[in-house]
């Protein structure tokens, strides 16, 4: 086989950050590489030098015949490769159609000029991709999966004979990856050169043909999944030392047991949080309707469904982003008209799923500002706490936020929330892009607040098995409305096989 894209000694530095150092790989027509390593490990960073977003310091990127690594990005792009971003940046005022038929244009100046073949080829690839239902909404309305197959219809509209894919199912639910990895299958048929960012080992290894793992900006191991998988060293650097995260071990079962006895959990006897929306609903569009629910201090409460299913509304409608019928009572007084700030301040603090960092501020500043209302000492304990937690954040202090990893921006999102101490967390996919050895570490620290603040938690999750872990309570919304709800077990007894 001969390869399309061929990179040698290839290496990047930002600062003091050696982001990546002397990668080599190859992948040909019809296959796809598998590119993983945890967070921070310069995946992305690779891609982008692929896609010549980020020049190279050293090294050679031989792409169908030519070396294209000074080439500028749009000439890269019409020689063939396109590139599926970690972070959706829709025009978003735009419609879903608007987007891709920007997309669809080549460099020409003619080509500002409506013409139907451009509509009809902006319809076919939405259709292609599933977003024939959303073509006309403006961007901003759509939900996080419909973002992502966008980018994905984006990438397309440029024919491209490289295709490279920045963790495509992040964010996705099970049977929504599942059409996703038949839709890549279908490319590399077609004999595209894909490259598959993910730092989920398992979920790829039925997708890839190959796989090379990074750590530290280094290539670690290289082959087909099994060996990879097997391989010592990846599972150290990269599983840590358990391989399974799927289940709790014994220890946070008996964890979690014991957490629950020492809490009284009944939400009818002890509720901090009065759910009563009637309806929430966007121009026409109806979001949530009849979601009645209360939760309990000190309760872990799930929200689990597809994308679109109406969690982030719910979410947003608690902090005050969007307005409802009904009523949402916060330790016994209506949030009806409460300013996000106001409500924030009364002890709700909202992770939200797009992180919504302060991008041009480093990490310490973003967790100062998390913090503001807190008396200096305070801040300051609490900012060491929360670097003791995530070592990576300590290290990246005054790095602006916009330049971490994916991961990484997620680690910060939650230690922001953290650095306020609230009551209520509001956690909207906290899991998003991260990899195990992380989310063990969120784990822990959403179990140790519980016990020791005996802190309040509403999660949403597409990651059922991180919510099955934790909850007292798991939900189900479908189409905006509550579908099913009970404990664990029940949820195990009654959902599980559709959902897990
Ligand atoms: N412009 C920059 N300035 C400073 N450091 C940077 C910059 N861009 C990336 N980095 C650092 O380089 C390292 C590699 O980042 P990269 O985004 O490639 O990681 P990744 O493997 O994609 O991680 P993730 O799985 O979290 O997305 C990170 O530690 C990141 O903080
Ligand atoms: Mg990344």
């Not at 460099?107 to 690839?125: E, G, N, W, Y």
């Not at 002890?347 to 503001?372: D, K, W």
């Not at 060491?384 to 994916?406: I, K, N, V, W, Y």
């Not at 909207?428 to 020791?452: F, H, N, V, Y």
């Amino acid at each position: 086989m001969s390869a399309l894209l061929e990179v040698q000694g290839l290496g990047k530095h930002f600062g003091g950050v050696r982001a990546v150092h002397d990668m080599a790989f190859e992948v040909g027509a019809g296959e796809i590489l598998g590119l993983i390593g945890p967070n921070g490990s310069g995946k992305s960073t690779t891609l982008s030098l692929l896609m010549g977003v980020t020049r190279a310091d050293r090294g050679s990127i031989r792409c169908l015949g030519r070396d294209i690594s000074r080439w500028p990005i749009h000439r890269i792009a019409n020689h063939g490769v396109a590139m599926v971003f970690q972070h959706s940046r829709p025009l978003k005022r735009q419609t879903t159609l608007e987007n891709i038929k920007l997309a669809l244009l080549k460099d020409s100046i003619l080509d500002v000029f409506p013409k139907p073949a451009l509509d009809q080829r902006a319809r076919a690839l939405a259709a292609k991709v599933g977003l024939t239902d959303v073509i006309d909404e403006p961007a901003e309305r759509l939900a996080f999966a419909h973002l992502r197959r966008m980018e994905f219809a984006k990438a397309l509209a440029l024919e491209p004979q490289v295709l490279l894919l920045d963790e495509p199912f992040a964010g996705l639910a099970p049977a929504e990856v599942r059409e996703f990895i038949g839709f890549t299958e279908s490319l590399r048929d077609q004999g595209l050169a894909i490259i598959l960012v993910d730092h989920n080992v398992k979920a790829v290894s039925g997708l890839v043909d190959r796989i090379v793992a990074m750590y530290l900006g280094e290539k670690i191991a290289e082959g087909v999944p099994q060996e990879v998988i097997g391989n010592a060293r990846v599972r150290e650097v990269f599983l840590g030392s358990s391989a399974d995260h799927a289940e709790p071990s014994s220890a946070d079962r008996s964890a979690r047991t014991e957490l629950k006895s020492g809490l009284q959990s009944d939400p009818a006897e002890n509720k901090v949080l009065e759910i009563k929306i009637e309806a929430l609903r966007y121009g026409k569009a109806q979001a949530l309707e009849q979601v009645h629910l209360d939760i309990a201090a000190g309760e872990f409460v799930s929200v689990v469904g597809l994308n679109g299913a109406g969690k982030t509304s719910l979410f947003n409608a608690i902090s005050g982003f969007t307005s409802y019928d009904g009523d949402i009572h916060w330790l016994g007084n209506s949030l009806r008209g409460r300013s996000p700030a106001r409500i924030s301040r009364d002890g709700i603090a909202h992770c939200p799923e797009n992180r919504e960092l302060f991008t041009y501020m480093s990490v310490q500043e973003n967790l100062q500002l998390g913090g503001y209302r807190r008396s200096a000492d305070e801040r300051a304990s609490s900012l060491e706490q929360l670097f003791d937690l995530f070592p990576r954040l300590a290290e990246r202090r005054r790095q602006s936020a916009h330049t971490l990893s994916g991961g990484e921006q997620q680690m910060l999102t939650i230690a922001r929330a953290l650095m306020q101490r609230p009551q209520l967390l509001i956690l909207d996919e906290p899991t998003l892009g991260l990899a195990p050895l992380i989310m063990d570490a969120i784990s822990e620290t959403l179990e140790k607040l519980r016990r020791e603040l005996g802190l309040t938690i509403l999660l949403g999750e597409q990651n059922v098995h991180f919510a099955l872990r934790h909850s007292d309570h798991m939900l189900l919304l479908e189409n905006g409305t509550l579908r099913w709800q009970g404990n664990v077990q029940a949820f195990h007894d009654e959902i599980g096989d559709s959902y897990l």
